[in-house]
């Protein structure tokens, strides 16, 4: 493609005659053009085209093959603010280049090993995901977002001194290799909210990083990294931290004191947090964090669920893949709408019913070695009807014997309508004994009247004594 012509490549229509093959656009048509998009054609570029695009503001130019005079022009031009180059094709590794004017830059998977935005670049959004970047250079105090995920950073970037990127909210340094945050590294960007430092190989954290006081960070992700501890730093605009995927062995409760406005809580797939718990454990702490809606602690050997029931804010729980071997829902939140029990020891759920856990509208309980009991049957409504009829997933113990759960739900009685059952019949049962034992005693009343009746009433009737009964009463 060049400043007149776009040519195709040959087809089965039109493949020797290459006039068939080109498109041509004229000088006028290019002086309207203000979006270009020529994107994920695998187009080849022609240093000529770039004067035709004096008037563009928005060029995405992804996945095409540029000349080395690309860098040269893009320092020149004044109109372009949008500019995408994810994929381009430009034989240079390192990228120092900025327009003036330029407010959105996406260098996404071009393999470049060093970038460099100036002070005097007024560059908002910068995108420079999946490279194989070693060291990053950040003056611009006009950036907004800052992508640098999937790279080989190995210490945390640091403006040049005396300066602060201070419109800075949103940064991600995901998928690279830094083991340390040095002291006072984020007293550069007073206004993050949004920070990930996830899966990178940081072993520790200290207070020192972050400042004491007016951090206004809001999700905080350090999670797939080999932390042991996790300090308590200020953060009380905090929402959503994850700390899963580390070697937690324990929380310090002050941690949990801080962070007053808390609503996400992800500590999954920390085995050993739990470890310490003997006497007093820091999960106690977690009843300071009253606004928490949603807390993972899937697979972190949890033998036992704390009381949760004040947590009236709690709608999202994770306890999948730990060692419980019951679940009593008086200690669950009333509010709760999703809870995920899967692949753990349980074989009863004591105090659990839909009537008692009223918002409940999920409910995970596969993988459990059940006992067959008719309670199951009232929960059929929270279970994922496709899992549920997989026998591998669903299934419960009568016995020696193994059924699927479906089958068994399908083929037994709701408990509701055998207790009715059993009721009516006990209370015909102490009906008719009542009325033959009443029956009985009524009876022998009259039995015993009838007795007293014949002795007190027995006629006595006068025989005079004959001369030899005389003689008889003589001697």
Known sequence: ???????????????????????????????????????????????????????????????????????????????????????????????????????????SKMSLRYLAISSNCKLRYLNANNNVLESVFLAS???????????RLKSW???????????????????NQIDYLPDGALVHYPQLQNLDISRNILCNLSVASFPSIGMQIRSLNVSHNRLATFVHPVLPSLLLLDLSHNSLVSL???LLAGLPLLQHFYLNSNVEIFSQCHQTCWLNALIQMLNLVELNLSNCQLSRVPDLSPFEALRRLDLSRNKLTTIDGYILPKGLQRLDVSQNHIHTLTNFSVEKLTSLQELDISRNPLLCECT???????????????????????????????????????????????????LNAIFILMITFTMFIFITFLLCRYRIHQTIFIPFKYTPLTMSDANAVDL
């Open 157 to 175: 970037p640091v403006p040049p001194t005396g300066i602060a990127l201070t419109r800075l909210h949103t940064l991600s340094l995901t998928n």
């Open 141 to 151: 105090t006009t950036l907004e977002i800052v992508l640098l995920e999937h790279n």
């Open 252 to 254: 310090d409760s002050d």
């Open 376 to 426: 199951l049957a009232e929960l059929i409504p929270l279970f994922d009807a496709q899992k549920l009829n997989n026998a591998d997933l669903y299934y419960c113990f009568s016995g020696s014997w193994q059924y699927p759960l479906r089958s068994y739900i399908d083929n037994v009685h709701s408990c509701i309508h055998s207790t009715s059952q059993l009721l009516t019949v006990l």
């Open 1 to 107: 493609m060049n400043d007149t012509t776009i040519i195709f490549n040959p087809s089965s229509e039109c493949s020797s005659n290459l006039q068939c093959r080109c498109l041509t656009i004229s000088a006028y048509q290019w002086s309207l053009i203000r979006t270009f998009d020529v994107s994920s054609q695998q187009l080849a570029i022609d240093e000529s085209l770039f004067k035709m695009l004096a008037n563009v503001w928005s060029i995405n130019l992804s996945s095409t093959k540029l000349p080395l005079s690309f860098s040269k022009w893009l320092t020149t031009t004044t109109s372009i603010r949008h500019l995408n180059l994810s994929s381009a094709i430009l034989t240079i590794s390192k990228w120092e280049w900025c327009a003036e004017n330029l407010e959105w830059l996406d260098i």
